[in-house]
């Protein structure tokens, strides 16, 4: 990956001064002596800049060059071995794949964890049932954590991380939990291909670098911050964020839809009469240029194609990488595989901050049979527990929940508040759901401080107009219903979600375990 006119030493200084803190050389095909001479290079470059530089696998090397220390592979000498002849003060570090492979690292007294490979990656072949996932990188980091013997001062995920799924995959890795509690999240990330076949390794590093900030600073306690300790409290925070896209003056919100063509046309004219600004493209070369623009993407699975699944791929990496809200629709998910797969795909491989979606597909996200589907709508009576089950959902994929029905449930699992507002027209008119979609993408595009507000926001605010346009003396059914619901949206007003909005925190435990 070293172009050509540069050096290695040169791409690791680079790359130092691009926020690297630490450096690992790993060659697995070159003679001893290359690779003492390509190591005494790099270190003089780690030196000069107080980095520590870690020797892969060869512990000859490790010493012949008085490296910081090693890391080794579960196919490499013993940690145990390495210790005794590396001495008690060098840093060794193990790759664990596994939950039991954590576990005996810790007790071995490994100094830092890398758990993967999460995604496939360039550098080496993996089986694809050897591929953790966020998922499984969570639950290997939760095994170490729970070992016999002293918690490493560090943990890493690699394998195919880069820009656009860095903080998702850090995200993913903390406990679902409120802030304050003890929960530990994994230190960072190790990369090679996202650093050494980048352009600028200096600006490659310095954009994850700061992808590890967002993640912790940012974008995790922006997910479970509290919308408020009283239902009259949330309804005036939710009535800040109507009147900071609706007030006179107010910037309107640009939300990046990828849809379903059955509601394109409804969702851009809520999206206007809610107080944003709606942009309708889902060709996947212009998500790089568009989502940037964007304050939130909207991605409703409704009609696939392989164009659009395309698109659909293409905006949640360019809103990983520029750190734009995601909501997801994932219509009619359990209905046949290939939704299912793709939404599994995207979850796992960029994450969501906003999952919108009726009873059944909950119930098809996680697994559960409790509410069936007939096509795009839920049958049967709902969960038994709806707010046990939004909360589930939510510390599954990190992310917050509004699930519609008679009563809307809206949790990021530190919180959950039920909604109360709507009307049973909505279930009689095509794309209902799809617009609720947009209105959360619009509100949570202008509170991303807050995802869980912006997500209750949309939820009244579309429910309110529906109540307000099925009193219309001109409204007759569906088909009036349809008309009137745009303009009572675009006549809603602060003062209408203060006094109208029926809303109640529903009480329940802080975290779900998984």
């Known amino acids: 990956m070293v172009p050509a006119g540069s050096t290695l030493a040169d791409i690791v200084s680079s790359a130092i001064l691009g926020g690297v803190t630490i450096v690992q050389l790993r060659e697995k095909t070159m003679s001893t002596q290359a690779f003492l001479t390509t190591a005494r290079a790099v270190h003089q470059v780690t030196q000069r800049h107080n980095v520590p530089l870690l020797i892969n696998d060869r512990i000859d090397v490790a010493l012949a060059v008085d490296a910081e220390g090693v890391h080794i592979g579960q196919d490499d ?118 650093i050494m076949a980048a352009a600028s390794p200096r600006a490659a590093a310095a954009q994850l670098a700061g992808q590890i900030r967002h993640a912790a600073d940012v974008a995790w306690p922006a997910l479970l911050r509290d919308p408020g300790s009283s239902s009259a409290e949330i309804v005036s925070a939710i009535a800040d964020v109507f009147s900071s896209v609706r007030a006179p003056g107010a910037a309107r919100p640009l939300v990046q839809h990828i849809t379903n063509m059955v509601v394109i046309n409804d969702s851009a004219n809520a999206c206007l009469a809610l107080g944003g600004s709606p942009i309708m493209e889902s060709l996947a070369a212009d998500q790089q240029h568009l989502v940037p623009l964007a304050s939130s993407l909207l991605v409703n699975i409704g009609t696939l194609d392989l164009a659009a699944m395309a698109g659909m791929r293409a905006a ?16 009619a998910v359990g209905a046949t595989p290939t939704r299912r797969a793709l939404v599994a795909e995207l979850l796992e491989h960029h994450g969501a901050c906003v999952v919108k979606a009726n009873a059944g597909e909950v119930a098809a996200l996680l697994g559960s049979a409790e509410v069936p589907m007939n096509g795009v709508d839920s049958v049967g009576g709902g969960f038994a527990d709806p707010a046990a089950a939004v909360r589930r959902l939510s510390a599954m994929h990190r992310c917050v929940v509004a699930m519609t029905g008679r009563v809307d449930y809206v949790s990021n699992c530190a919180a959950t508040v039920a909604v109360r507002n709507g009307h049973a027209l909505q279930a009689e008119i095509t794309g209902a759901g799809c617009m609720a979609g947009t209105a959360v993408a619009v509100f949570v595009g202008a509170a991303r401080a807050n995802p869980l507000l912006g997500a209750l926001a949309g939820i009244v605010a579309i429910n309110l107009a529906a109540e307000h346009a099925a009193r219309r003396p001109d409204v007759h059914g569906p088909g009036s219903f349809r008309q009137a619901l745009f303009d009572e949206m675009h006549a809603l007003t602060r003062q209408h979600i203060l006094d109208e909005a029926a809303i109640e925190l529903v009480p329940g435990p802080n975290a779900v375990p998984l």
């Open 77 to 194: 000498m013993p940690l145990a071995t390495a210790r005794r002849l590396l001495g008690p003060d060098k840093i060794i570090g193990v790759s664990v794949g596994s939950p039991d492979e954590a576990r005996e690292a810790i007790e071995a007294s490994a100094d830092y964890l890398g758990i993967g490979p999460c995604f496939d990656t360039k550098t080496k072949s993996v089986r694809r049932d050897e591929l953790t996932g966020p998922r499984g990188v969570r639950a290997i980091w939760e095994a170490a954590l729970q070992a016999e013997g002293p918690v490493p001062a560090r943990a890493v995920a690699i394998g195919g991380i880069g820009p656009s799924n860095a903080a998702h995959v850090l995200g993913y890795s903390r406990s679902m939990v409120l802030p304050g509690t003890q929960a530990r999240a994994l230190d960072g990330l190790a990369v090679v291909s996202a």
């Open 316 to 331: 949640m990496r360019a809103a990983g990488e520029h750190h734009r809200p995601v909501v997801l629709d994932p219509v």
